[in-house]
Structures are given as C-alpha cells and as structure tokens.
C-alpha cells in the first residue's frame, strides 16, 4: 500500500490539476490523492475533485475534506488569516480511468 500523493493548487487552469490527479492514480499506483489548497485557491480544487470524480475516475470514494486557518505574517507585518482546504480522493479495488470518446472529424464535400 502506497502513500498519498499530494498535489497543491495554485492558479493554473483546472484541467492541469485534473492531470496531475490522473496520472498520479495511473503511473505512481497511489491509493489516494489529497489535494491542498489554501485562499483563493480553494474553489480550484473543489472543481478539480469534481471533475475528476464526476467525469474521468470511476469507483472513488466520496471525498474527505477538512478545512482550517493558517496564520500568516503580512508585508505589513501584522497576522492575516488564510483559508485552508485538504481534499482526500481514495480509489477503490478496482478503479479505472473513464474513456471518453473522441469527436469525429466531419468531412466537408
């Protein structure tokens, strides 16, 4: 049994973060997937877990999530308070990536 692979998000586009999940299921073989986000970033990686369970994984688990607050130091110096959120997607026995078919080029005569 493998650990789980962590993948922070940030401000790239979902659908990168939603290949960074798949192929850490595919290639690393880990069981699960915990995706860390804090701040703005956090409505990034709910639609990633979302789109990874609703479209491309099927047999995963409904996902765990536990939020908190970090302390941080400002430029200004004084504390601010920054949102955090782990999401922890687990794979079942028998887990498989969905194919999604390819659209047909269409021939114009």
Request: charged share 35%.
């Amino acid at each position: 049994m493998t650990e789980d692979s962590i993948i922070y998000i940030g401000s790239k586009p979902v659908m990168t973060y939603v290949m960074a999940v798949l192929t850490a299921f595919n290639q690393k073989g880990a069981d699960g997937i915990v995706l860390k986000a804090r701040g703005q970033a956090i409505s990034t990686a709910v639609d990633v877990a979302e789109v990874c369970r609703n479209r491309f994984l099927s047999g995963v688990t409904k996902p765990e999530i536990e939020i908190g607050t970090e302390e941080l130091e400002g430029q200004d110096g004084g504390k601010r308070n920054v949102s955090t959120i782990a999401i922890s997607i687990r794979k079942e026995e028998d887990t498989e990536v969905k194919k999604t078919p390819k659209k047909k080029k269409e021939e114009e005569e």
